[in-house]
């Protein structure tokens, strides 16, 4: 018996029907040990050893494997075709021989492009060892991002708080964002005319001219700079007589653009599918695992993680036939196309994006795929077979036009083009981010000396634009531009910044939040050689250096540190004060905008005395008065952000922060959007000075939902939350619709439900809510229903419980029904991941936490004491605890951190999760 090890379960599946009984193939899950989260798991004082840790679920797999290698004749360890890949299969043969199972069992690895029959069995017939080089480029990539992360991370938390996190790429990624903006904001719109003659050949054809030059002088787009020059040229435009001046036709050719690496599928399926780079991802890895056809599981694509663009000479002929089948022999080149690489570090050592069989077209496959899937494979399958394709023959035609008004002479000029030949434009034309198209459209017959008749002059007055924000497309090629990070990786990259939310999509654009300016902003200040563009791809070129094989891994590192370390420690001394007067300077203009009429943008609007500054609070950064206390006016950090003026103060006299946004028709108040302490929150009315009035009605913001997106009418309807949806079939008392402190939920009576992603607490209907109360009062836990229904994260499916997160008297939790797991105090309970609830609970319970008991009210505190007598209390518990263990539970919190050392490395699954400062920083990491 051999074993096989891949990533997936879905590959195990499929490739142990290919290899037949002779063989057990086992999926690892991904990646089977990480670093602890902890200080200590990257040591340079140890020339850079490294922890590494297995998590709960790595070290099931890890026992399954050992289990199935006992007796086995060979272990093939083959996980996915790149440098992750390479490390999962050193760490899956790192853990097997520290349990010493292997015994002189042979070991090998192979690699597939795709999972087919064809592939996987070339593979076992060319087996090799580890590449250790790719394993070196591993752990310095790794060991780098760590290094940042929990090094960076905790300044920025201590001198800017609010911010999340800074990692090594994607740090640079948001300066890329935050830099974009900059550029619009400062942008001065330039006026220019543009001039058009409409003209008509004697047989009847009409086409439009430009003006291109007058008086032998060449005239460019901005030199008409104002509507009296225009309003000269039209003037003498619609006295001239016009004459053909020349005519000259030009042939050019149109060539296929290459199949898809990860990079350019990622740009083109964000631009023609709407889908972000991690959707894109997520759906490539079911087609390359497989779907099941005519019963048998067969992966559609190959690898999609790849910087290659050449294809198998197979797969190109493959292609060859079916262009000659599909579109006739004068769509196939003589010759076939080859391709080559023109990014900045490129990986070429593995095959483009393709279909496995270009003969299997969407069409005959759709059926068997869901809408995303069957979408992606088109797109895939189209560019493959496009890039092999005729190309396309053109004719490019330009007139240039003389107008004669007395002695003057003014040009004009009009360019078309004919497609002669279609080519690969018959299937595929790629698609284009912010450029306008620059193909004109065909031009009537003429010839040079020809007269022509003036239909009409039109003069257009025009501004120029901005640069436009990054779309998740353009953003993705600006980075490969760059040699920033890798394609394997930018999907995270983007993932991550949205989810610190440093940035936000609005419109289909990545617009920094004002989190992500003042993170930025503060490394640029005080580490602005890390987030240089220059620096991360030199360092991004020497771990490529260092997969070569030509560089030592550790002394990539050890020049890191030496400089990156220093910078650091010269932090330690830095005054909050520094940072705000930095930040004040750098981002002056976004925090600060001109007035228009040209007063002081940092003057206090309330008491006038005062000089507006950045602020550091408890719930992050805002613009106070100097004169606080006895001034407590505060703002948003974009004054622009709320109510579009520079002073924080609206047009129509409201209070600062607060835009009007109308009457509401029934009582006649006025319904506003205000900045408050927590986010922005509409109102109905004004509060009253009176000792006994009524709050004036507001309402919080749904998740996702902008001050900008606000209208009267939308702002009326979160005013009238909550709103009746649905009778209980049962009861027949109402059930609520409403926003709460963890988002949208509906009610019946003390049973809550939240609402899903994609529900809109306006809009949820009748059965949604009924069929969501029914559940959540079926699957209850005992006694009375929670007064706060948390937020469902998932289903930990080694226990089958569900994960709710939940707002606890000492702050927010964790809980499978049986174990409360407290979350760190820097981890936001609306950012947990299943996973990281999963981590939180396992090592609760892992160190004897669990739910008391009804009626047994000491024995949590005893339980609590006799724990922290044990090894196990070494590290720090920050979980949820039952009332009557209060006192104990904040004795935990005082547990030595050196203690944390004690815990031997193998049995230190807990002290990821359980430690509350470095859990924390896990995320930093990234």
């Known amino acids: ?104 069992i042979p070991v090998e690895r192979v690699t597939f492009n795709a999972i087919t029959k064809a592939s996987v069995e070339t593979a076992m017939r060319q087996p090799r060892q580890i590449d250790q080089a790719l394993v070196d480029a591993y752990l310095a990539r790794r060991a780098l991002d760590y290094l940042v992360g929990f090094n960076l991370s905790p300044v920025l938390w201590r001198k800017l708080p609010g911010a999340r996190s800074a990692g090594r790429v994607q740090s640079v990624a948001l300066r890329l964002v935050c830099e974009r903006e900059v550029e619009i904001e400062r942008f001065k719109p330039r006026e220019y005319w543009s001039l058009v003659a409409t003209l008509s050949t004697a047989d009847g054809g009409v086409f439009e001219a430009r003006l291109v030059g007058a008086d032998g002088k ?56 709407g889908m972000a780079p991690a959707q894109t991802m997520r759906v490539a890895q079911k087609l390359y695992e497989g779907v099941d056809i005519g019963g048998e599981t067969v992966g559609l694509i190959t690898y999609m993680r790849t910087d290659g663009v050449d294809m198998a000479p197979e797969a190109i002929a493959d292609a060859r036939r079916v262009i000659g089948r599909e579109f006739g022999d004068t769509y196939v080149p003589g010759v076939p196309r080859k391709y080559s690489v023109k990014a900045k570090n490129a990986q070429e050592a593995h095959e483009a994006v393709r ?62 083009q004919v497609v002669k030949f279609d080519g690969f434009l018959t299937l595929y034309q790629e698609g284009k981010d912010d450029e306008e198209d620059e193909d004109g459209k065909r031009l009537p017959p003429m ?177 106070g008065c100097s004169n606080y206390p006895e001034c407590k006016f505060t703002r948003q950090l974009s004054a ?91 009861t027949g008392e109402p059930i609520l619709a409403n926003l709460g402190r963890f988002g949208p939920y509906v009610q019946h009576g003390k049973t809550y439900a939240n609402l899903g992603k994609d529900d809109d607490v306006l809009e949820v209907g009748a059965n949604r809510a009924i069929d969501l109360i029914v559940a959540k009062e079926q699957g209850g836990g005992r006694g009375r229903p929670s007064s706060d229904p948390g937020r469902p994260i998932g289903k930990d499916e080694a226990t089958g419980r569900e994960l709710v997160v939940k707002a606890g008297k000492y702050g927010p939790y964790v809980t499978d029904g049986e174990v409360n797991a407290t979350l760190p105090k820097s981890t936001a309970a609306e950012a947990l991941t299943l996973a990281e609830g999963i981590d939180l609970v396992n090592a609760k319970r892992a160190a004897g936490g669990g739910k008391p008991s009804r009626g047994r009210k000491a024995a949590p505190a005893r339980g609590a004491k006799t724990a922290a007598r044990k090894p196990a209390k070494a590290t720090k518990d920050v979980d949820a605890p039952a009332k009557s263990a209060a006192k104990p539970a904040a004795k935990k919190r005082t547990a030595p951190k050196a203690a944390a050392a004690k815990t031997p490395a193998s049995k230190t699954t807990a002290s990821k999760t359980t430690v509350a400062k470095p859990a924390a920083t896990k995320k930093a990491s990234g």
């Open 1 to 104: 018996m051999k074993v096989v090890v891949v990533e997936s379960p879905a590959k195990a599946k499929t490739i142990n029907k290919y290899l037949g009984r002779d063989y057990e193939v086992i999926a690892s899950f991904g990646h089977i040990r990480d670093l602890p989260a902890k200080d200590g798991s990257v040591d340079p004082e140890a020339d850079f050893n490294m922890i590494w840790e297995l998590d709960a679920r790595g070290s099931k797999q890890v026992s399954e494997i050992a289990r199935a290698v006992k007796g086995a004749d060979k272990l093939i360890l083959a996980t996915d075709p790149d440098r992750e890949g390479e490390a999962i299969s050193w760490h899956v043969l790192e853990a097997l021989n520290a349990r010493k199972v292997l015994k002189g």
């Open 218 to 273: 060449r005239i460019q787009r901005l030199d008409v700079g104002n509507g009296e020059d225009a309003a000269a040229f039209k003037r003498d435009l619609e006295l001239a007589t016009f004459q053909v001046a020349s005519v000259e036709a030009k042939p050019a050719k149109r060539h296929p653009q290459p199949p898809f690496t990860t990079s350019t599928l990622q740009q083109e399926a964000s631009r023609k599918l």
């Open 355 to 416: 279909p496995t069989e270009m003969g299997r077209l969407p069409k005959q496959v759709a059926r068997m795929l869901d809408p995303e899937q069957a979408k992606l494979y088109d797109l895939i399958w189209t560019r493959t077979v496009a890039s092999q394709m005729e190309s396309a023959e053109l004719e490019r035609t330009t007139v240039d036009v003389t107008a004669s008004v007395g002695p003057r002479k003014i040009d004009l000029r009009a360019t078309g």
């Open 447 to 623: 010839k040079a000396g020809e007269a022509l008749k003036r239909e009409r002059i039109a003069s257009t007055q025009h501004f120029t634009e901005p640069p436009p924000r990054f779309s998740e497309a353009s953003l993705v090629k600006r980075m490969e531009e760059l040699g920033i990070g890798r394609p394997s990786t930018y999907a995270a990259v983007l993932q991550t910044l949205r989810d610190r939310e440093y940035v936000k999509i609005e419109k289909k654009r990545l617009q920094p939040e004002d989190k992500g300016r003042l993170v930025t902003g503060f490394l640029e200040s005080f580490f602005k050689r890390y987030v240089e563009y220059d620096f991360t791809a030199d360092l991004e070129g020497q771990l490529d250096r260092v997969s070569n094989a030509e560089i030592d891994w550790r002394d990539v590192l050890r020049d890191f540190w030496r400089d990156f370390s220093a910078a650091v420690g010269g932090t330690k001394e830095l005054r909050v004060t520094e940072v705000l007067e930095a930040l004040n300077t750098l981002l002056g203009d976004h925090i600060f905008p001109q007035k228009a009429d040209g007063s002081n943008p940092r003057t206090c609007p309330t008491c006038g005395s005062g000089q507006l500054s950045l602020k550091l609070g408890k719930f992050g950064s805002f613009v």
């Open 640 to 730: 622009a952000g709320v109510d579009g003026e520079g002073d924080g103060s609206s047009p129509d006299g409201s209070p600062p922060g607060t835009r009007l946004l109308g009457n509401d028709p029934v009582s006649g108040l006025p319904v506003t959007i205000r900045d408050g302490r927590f986010g922005p929150f509409v109102q109905l009315g004004e509060a009253s000075t009176e000792k006994d009035a009524a709050k004036p009605k507001r309402s919080s913001l749904p998740k996702g939902v902008t001050p900008s997106m606000v209208d009267l009418e939308k702002a009326l309807r979160l005013l009238s939350l909550p709103r009746e949806v649905a009778k209980h079939p049962e």
